[in-house]
T-cell receptor, first 114, second 113 residues
Framework: DTGVSQDPRHKITKRGQNVTFRCDPI?????LYWYRQTLGQGPEFLTY????????KSRLLSDRFSAERPKGSFSTLEIQRTEQGDSAMYLC????????????FGEGSRLTVL | AQSVTQLDSQVPVFEEAPVELRCNYS??????LFWYVQYPNQGLQLLLKYLSGSTLVKGINGFEAEFNKSQTSFHLRKPSVHISDTAEYFC???????????FGTGTKLQVIP
C-alpha cells in the first residue's frame, strides 16, 4: 500500500509528557499537511510543508507544538508538555503541486491526554 | 478567508431514498470546493471536486454536487443511498494558492435499512 501512513495510531499519555507523531506521505508528493480533528468538528489546519520548508503555521499551533520535515519526505509532529486540551485526532495529508485541494489523508493518530 | 458551513450535523435517511447534504461557502476570491468522505475507522478520502467549468460535478459512488454561485452553495446529492454510504461527509474549500483547505464541521449520514 503506497498511501499516507501515520504512526502511532493511538497514543495515551499523562499530562506534561512529550509525544511525537510520524507521517510518511505518498512518495511523489512534495506537499505535506498536518490537521487536528476533535469530536464534532471538521479537520483544522495546523501546518504545511512544501518539500522541507514549513511555509505556514496556524495560530492553533502553540509554542509547545513543533513540526519538521527534514529531508522533504516523512514528517514529525511533536507536542511538548501535553495538556488535556491536546486530546484529538492528528491527521496528516499529502498532495502534489498544481492539483488544488486533492489531499490524500492518513488514518490519523489519536492522542488521549490523561 | 475561505470558510464553509454545513448546516446539518446528522442526516438520517432510509435505504434507496434520495439524500442532499447541504454546504454553503463564503469567499471573496476564486473558489475551489470539495466533498470528502470519512468511513468509520478510515481516513478522509476525496469524493468530488469543483475547480472550474461545469457546475454539476460527479464523484465516486454515485454522488454529485452542484456549484451555485448565486446562492454560494455546493450541496451534495445522491438519488438512491445504500447502507454502505453511512459515513461522515465534509465539505471543504480552498481559496487558491497552496491548497490550504478549510473544512466544514461535517454531516453524519445514517442510512436506515
Amino acid at each position: 500500500d503506497t498511501g499516507v501512513s501515520q504512526d502511532p495510531r493511538h497514543k495515551i499519555t499523562k499530562r506534561g509528557q512529550n509525544v511525537t507523531f510520524r507521517c510518511d506521505p505518498i512518495s511523489e508528493h512534495n506537499r505535506l499537511y498536518w490537521y487536528r480533528q476533535t469530536l464534532g468538528q471538521g479537520p483544522e489546519f495546523l501546518t504545511y510543508f512544501q518539500n522541507e520548508a514549513q511555509l505556514e503555521k496556524s495560530r492553533l499551533l502553540s509554542d509547545r507544538f513543533s513540526a519538521e520535515r527534514p529531508k522533504g519526505s516523512f514528517s514529525t509532529l511533536e507536542i511538548q508538555r501535553t495538556e488535556q486540551g491536546d486530546s484529538a485526532m492528528y491527521l496528516c495529508a499529502s498532495s502534489s503541486s498544481g492539483v488544488s485541494g486533492e489531499l490524500f489523508f492518513g488514518e490519523g493518530s489519536r492522542l488521549t491526554v490523561l | 478567508a475561505q470558510s464553509v458551513t454545513q448546516l446539518d450535523s446528522q442526516v438520517p435517511v432510509f435505504e434507496e431514498a434520495p439524500v442532499e447534504l447541504r454546504c454553503n461557502y463564503s469567499s471573496s476570491v476564486s473558489v475551489y470546493l470539495f466533498w470528502y468522505v470519512q468511513y468509520p475507522n478510515q481516513g478522509l478520502q476525496l469524493l468530488l471536486k469543483y475547480l472550474s467549468g461545469s457546475t454539476l460535478v460527479k464523484g465516486i459512488n454515485g454522488f454529485e454536487a452542484e456549484f451555485n454561485k448565486s446562492q454560494t452553495s455546493f450541496h451534495l446529492r445522491k438519488p438512491s443511498v445504500h447502507i454502505s454510504d453511512t459515513a461522515e461527509y465534509f465539505c471543504a474549500g480552498d481559496s487558491g494558492g497552496y491548497q490550504k483547505v478549510t473544512f466544514g464541521t461535517g454531516t453524519k449520514l445514517q442510512v436506515i435499512p
